[in-house]
């Protein structure tokens, strides 16, 4: 099997990567190995050291999409501002932004709204199944993602098999409007960030946190900062101890979050809030 040497410098987990929430077609076996599904491709691998072992993609597939030919080092150093950051960091030491495909993260996040981690893959696995391309590997069925056309044309009818609940219409109507994946990515890749998040946020279902997800994992506009509870909680017990905390996140709450989170980590502060959201229970 073909494999990648990480280097000493460019710390790398694969465990981390994989395992804090940011993706959800991934899956680990109990020795080690990781298996998913990427666009058309199902891989396998697993990491053993400074060792990257995988199949089912090149290398340069696999660098891309786990980002390792980004410098993570000066980023982490760039966020790197207070004791408390410093000690997420340290926790969750290769932990790495994924290159999401843009148009499965939109219904991903679509889809992640009031829910948890189990239910968000769930509905995810199901949509696969129900439209996706049969992929057989290693003796086991796997689905790729369908694209808008393929969901748009099924009718509400067969999209609540999925059991998506009051998402159902949402994800109709956005595979509905974006008939060019290919023309809506450089759309929003285009465009600045605060420009981006207006854009998104016309879309049905996509909300401040969903946009901002989408921007920081399938677009690598790393000023996103998203805010759920945890990293509300996170932030007003550590940076913001003047913000009242209300039982729902009102919009208010949510942009003095970001724009703190911009002013004191910089331009990655997306990078912090992965960070922060991953040793949140170290």
Known sequence: MPDITLSHNQKFSLDQTLGCGQVFRW???????????????????????????FEGAPASFITHYFSLDVDLLPILSSIDRDPFIHTAISQCTGLRLIRQPKWECLVSYICSTNSNIPMIRRRIATIARQFGKEITFEDKIYYTFPDPLTMSGSGDHIL?????????????????????????????????FE?????????????????DCILLFAFQKYEAFPVDIWIRRIMQQNYIKTLSITSTLTGWEYDTIRRYA?????????????????????
């Open 27 to 53: 899956d680990r076996t109990d020795d080690g190995w990781w298996y998913g599904v990427v666009g058309e491709r199902v891989i396998r691998l697993r990491q053993v050291g400074m060792r990257l072992t």
């Open 160 to 192: 609540t098999d999925c059991k998506l609940g009051y998402r159902t219409p949402y994800v109709l109507d956005t595979a509905g409007k974006i008939t060019d994946v290919r023309q809506w990515e450089d759309t929003i890749t285009a465009l600045p």
């Open 195 to 211: 420009d981006a998040r207006r854009e998104l946020m016309k879309l049905k279902g996509v909300g401040p946190k969903a946009a």
């Open 262 to 282: 911009k002013n004191h980590f910089g331009e990655y502060c997306g990078y912090a809030q992965e960070y922060l959201y991953a040793a949140r229970e170290g």
